[in-house]
């Protein structure tokens, strides 16, 4: 079996990505395929990335505040090259009260900091919509 492949992308253009790289390496130490995208991507350049390295999961880390407009976004552009099988999850500092609608936008998952990286680890194992070939 193969291993997970995640796609840790960080969109918008907040320059901080020291939780992105902590979170990339425990998926790494985890057994996980990890594709990071680096600093500054458009929803656009995170879907092609994650349709071109056929990934599993879509990790995104996000700190500028844009979170309702830019997670969602790349939800969306999934759907529309029909790859919303790709499992999306967020974190970051994301208030409390935005969580529900990013749920409700297709976001599986929101971690906010201090979340172990092992609960996003489990997580992703328990959520994944792809099956393993």
Request: no cysteine; net charge negative.
């Amino acid at each position: 079996m193969r291993p997970i492949r995640v796609l840790v992308a960080k969109p918008g253009l907040d320059g901080h990505d020291r939780g992105a790289k902590v979170i990339a390496r425990a998926l790494r130490d985890a057994g996980m395929e990890v594709i990071y995208t680096g600093l500054r991507q458009t929803p656009e350049q995170i879907v092609a990335a994650a349709i071109q390295e056929d990934v599993d999961v879509v990790a995104m880390s996000i700190l500028s505040g844009a979170h309702n407009h830019l997670l969602p976004k790349v939800v969306e552009l999934l759907k529309e090259e029909e790859a919303d099988d790709i499992l999306v999850v967020g974190g970051g500092v994301i208030p409390e009260d935005d969580i529900p609608y990013l749920k409700e936008k297709g976001i599986a998952e929101i971690f906010t900091p201090g979340t172990p990286t092992s609960a996003t680890i489990d997580y992703i194992r328990a959520n994944l919509k792809r099956a393993l070939g």
